[in-house]
Each structure stands twice: as structure tokens, then as C-alpha cells.
T-cell receptor
Framework: EAGVVQSPRYKIIEKKQPVAFWCNPI?????LYWYLQNLGQGPELLIR????????DSQLPKDRFSAERLKGVDSTLKIQPAELGDSAVYLC????????????FGEGSRLTVL | AQSVTQLDSQVPVFEEAPVELRCNYS??????LFWYVQYPNQGLQLLLK??????LVKGINGFEAEFNKSQTSFHLRKPSVHISDTAEYFC????????FGTGTRLQVFP
């Protein structure tokens, strides 16, 4: 069974440029999460989807970040424009509906903003 | 809001020695608790979880953790570590969304 797939693994951009990350969750997992992981820190939730509905986006900086999950399967997280402080790893995870904490994570997308 | 405190940012240990990684949480209600492991350049992987029942939880790779409600702790232990256990370990509590601690870097030396 394929795991959570993310791309790109690494991205280097200049500040003020846009960037997008893509995530394909495990087949059958209704719930999809985007987490931000700064160096030396634990993951912090940015947004959670139940199917195509964003049910928790309270931690998503909406002035520059956006996300979508149009058909309730794969998802895209976008930053426009990127700032130096956005350099981090962006993790995608998925789980079954009604989860009891077992999230399956992708390998992450490491963003460096110069 | 709930929070998780991992008391040690780094734990160095020699191979085959026992190890304990400490985790405390803040909550006065029933919680679900988890330990995740992150190997270099990889995503997080579930080690074990406590939902209810026995307070001693066994996980993968020989790890176990004990839920202590009175001390609000959920420490992770392994009786004999291996070089391959070198990784970052995250304790997490459900709220129900997972709230992660800042992680403990376990470094196993030969």
C-alpha cells in the first residue's frame, strides 16, 4: 500500500516568490492535514480537511497561505508571497475519519527561502 | 488548551543501554497520548499510543510507554537501544487534533 506522497521534497526560492506543495494521501483516508515543522520543533497544524471541507484552518496565515482539496483526495498548499520566515518543512498527513490519533505522514517538503 | 512538555531536547546513550525519554502533558480530562518517531529526512511514524485500558503500552521496535495519570506523564522507555534507534522522538496529545511536543533527539553511540 502506498503511503502519503508529497512533492517536491526540496524547494529553494527567493523571497516574495510563490511556491506550492502537493500531497496525495493514503487511499481511503478522508482526513488530510498540513503541518508546519520548524527546525528543532514539533509539527504544528496548519489546516485539516475532512474530505474536501477545511474543518480547522485557524492556524493557517490566510494573508499569504492557501490550501485546497478540490475532489477530497489530493491537496495543494500554496504560499504567496514567501517570506524568509517561511523556511521550514511542510508535512502532509492523512488518517481515517474518526481517527484516534494515528496519522500517517509523508516525508515532507523542505522549503528554503533566500 | 492542552500542551506537551518534553523535558530533554537531547539524550545521548551508548548502544545496548536502557533509555527513558520523558513527556509530561497538561490536562485534567481524559486524553489520548502518542509517541511518534522521525528518522532523518523522513516523516513521522507512530511508535505507540495510549487510548484507554492498561497503562503500560507496548509499541514497535521494542519501545514501551507508561501512562501515569497522577503525574500527567507518558514516558517512553526501551531496555536496550540500538544504533538504528537514533532519531527524533515526539510525544503528542490529542485535543482531538494532535499537539506535539518539541521533540527529543536520541543519539545512540557505539
Amino acid at each position: 500500500e502506498a503511503g502519503v506522497v508529497q512533492s517536491p521534497r526540496y524547494k529553494i526560492i527567493e523571497k516574495k516568490q510563490p511556491v506550492a506543495f502537493w500531497c496525495n494521501p493514503i487511499s481511503g483516508h478522508n482526513t488530510l492535514y498540513w503541518y508546519l515543522q520548524n527546525l528543532g520543533q514539533g509539527p504544528e497544524l496548519l489546516i485539516r480537511y475532512e474530505n474536501e471541507e477545511a474543518v480547522d484552518d485557524s492556524q493557517l496565515p490566510k494573508d499569504r497561505f492557501s490550501a485546497e482539496r478540490l475532489k477530497g483526495v489530493d491537496s495543494t498548499l500554496k504560499i504567496q508571497p514567501a517570506e524568509l520566515g517561511d523556511s521550514a518543512v511542510y508535512l502532509c498527513a492523512s488518517s481515517l475519519r474518526g481517527y484516534t490519533g494515528e496519522l500517517f505522514f509523508g516525508e515532507g517538503s523542505r522549503l528554503t527561502v533566500l | 488548551a492542552q500542551s506537551v512538555t518534553q523535558l530533554d531536547s537531547q539524550v545521548p546513550v551508548f548502544e545496548e543501554a536502557p533509555v527513558e525519554l520523558r513527556c509530561n502533558y497538561s490536562s485534567s480530562v481524559s486524553v489520548y497520548l502518542f509517541w511518534y518517531v522521525q528518522y532523518p529526512n523522513q516523516g513521522l511514524q507512530l511508535l505507540l499510543k495510549y487510548l484507554s485500558g492498561s497503562t503500560l503500552v507496548k509499541g514497535i521496535n521494542g519501545f514501551e510507554a507508561e501512562f501515569n495519570k497522577s503525574q500527567t506523564s507518558f514516558h517512553l522507555r526501551k531496555p536496550s537501544v540500538h544504533i538504528s534507534d537514533t532519531a527524533e522522538y515526539f510525544c503528542a496529545v490529542s485535543e482531538p487534533q494532535l499537539i506535539f511536543g518539541t521533540g527529543t533527539r536520541l543519539q545512540v553511540f557505539p
